[in-house]
């Protein structure tokens, strides 16, 4: 799907973003976290063909992207992260350009954006300028924009930066099934670890234009787990008596606010013993972070 060989890239000679970097991807969704200046949309841009590589090649689908930009960019729908659009034309006018351009008759894009449309909830904006949309549904739009036409890759630059809770969830769902459904692959750039934990087949840590880790979402699972679980409790006068249970029980407590309490944990053991405790009623057990957010934390740190 991807392959990103030996590559090097600069914006000035004291800009070094990538030295011999390499990248290959060939799961259905993966993601790509980093912080900012990580190198994440620096690279986008090189795979789309919008800045060029010193040297090394970049492959998409079997492609050169410097021999054929053209042929690639036609099976590729993109979501910048900050995406701008003319704000004079309107939501269904412009998603039938869009479809009429990747080869659509009109028919079939009338469609396609009336699914999306749909599926999206932009539904009752189908007749208002670009212009006019908020940033969540400049966002959503975006979304339609890289869908229609049935693209076989699409690029997904914080896809969700502008979204609520639940309209990141029913995003990435519909993302999840249309790639199931429709043979679609999706590379995805984002800050957002708990949504890529739940959303992607496989991930990798991109740090100071070095790959430091590459795997699957399910090796993670199976490989790691988190050491850090809150507890918390709605009666705070019985926090003091949790910290002492917990303590008799062999727990390491780190900290204890006037509602939590901060446990460590060293094994699978301990977790399996932590859960089956009887806390009192009001008590609840939380991970302090998602597993990608704990190992992405870990290798950043290692990397500095």
Known sequence: ML????????YTRDMQVFDNFSLSVNDRIFG???????????????VLGLLQTSSGEIIVHNQNIKNHRKEVLKQVGVV????VFPGWTQVTDHLLYVGQIRGLTRQEAHQEVNLLLEVLNLEEKRQALLADLSAGLKQRFAIAQALIGSPSLIFLDEPTANLDAKSRSSVLKYLRATARDKDLSIIIFSHILDDLEKFC???????????????MIAELIQHEFIDHYQIRCLDPQELPKIREFLLAEGFEVLDEDNQEILVA??????????????FPTGVSIHPDRGLLEQVFFEEIGANS
């Open 265 to 278: 944990l060293h094994t699978r053991e301990e977790v399996s013993k932590l859960q089956q405790l009887q």
């Open 80 to 83: 910048f992260e900050n995406p």
């Open 32 to 46: 790509l976290i980093g912080v900012n200046g990580a190198g994440k949309s620096t690279l986008l841009k090189l």
């Open 3 to 10: 392959e990103v060989k030996n590559i090097s890239f600069q």
């Open 201 to 215: 087949d496989s991930y990798g840590i991109l740090h100071r234009g070095q790959l430091v880790r590459q795997e």
